[in-house]
């Protein structure tokens, strides 16, 4: 079984950073994307960053463009998302899920299911 267990959150005064970790076990897909998600209190889930196991490309929300970095270590099934310059907008619990099997691009990644979630992650950037 699949699990992914996100970690690296936290409380932060605006304009600092954190780094975000996903492990993942009973993971051994070829083919796949992660995708790191959050969610604020009473707004809709949003996409925040993707990567593909085949893509050199990463894909960003605008909002996220030049502040966050997703990066990967497939030695260890891990995957990070560094967020510098956070501000207050970016509270939100922060989630990390996969998507199995998936050879295209990363620019489709905002579209597919993803079929594996972790619990999340609270990150709070006061103003």
């Known amino acids: 079984e699949v699990q992914l267990v996100e970690s690296g959150g936290g409380l932060v005064q605006a304009g600092g950073s954190l780094r975000l970790s996903c492990a993942a076990s009973?993971?051994?897909?070829?083919?796949?994307?992660i995708g790191w998600f959050r969610q604020a209190p009473g707004k809709e889930r949003e996409g925040v960053s993707y990567?593909?196991?085949?893509?050199?490309?990463?894909y960003y929300v605008d909002s996220v463009k030049g502040r966050f970095t997703i990066s990967s270590d497939s030695a260890k099934n891990t995957w990070y998302l560094q967020m510098n310059s956070l501000k207050p907008d970016d509270t939100a619990v922060y989630y990390c899920?996969?998507?199995?099997?998936?050879?295209?691009?990363?620019?489709?990644?905002?579209?597919?299911?993803?079929?594996?979630w972790g619990q999340g992650t609270q990150v709070t950037v006061s103003s």
């Open positions: 009973g993971f051994s897909f070829d083919n796949y994307v």
């Open positions: 899920a996969v998507h199995r099997g998936y050879r295209g691009v990363v620019a489709a990644a905002p579209y597919l299911v993803y079929d594996y």
């Open positions: 990567i593909t196991s085949s893509d050199t490309l990463a």
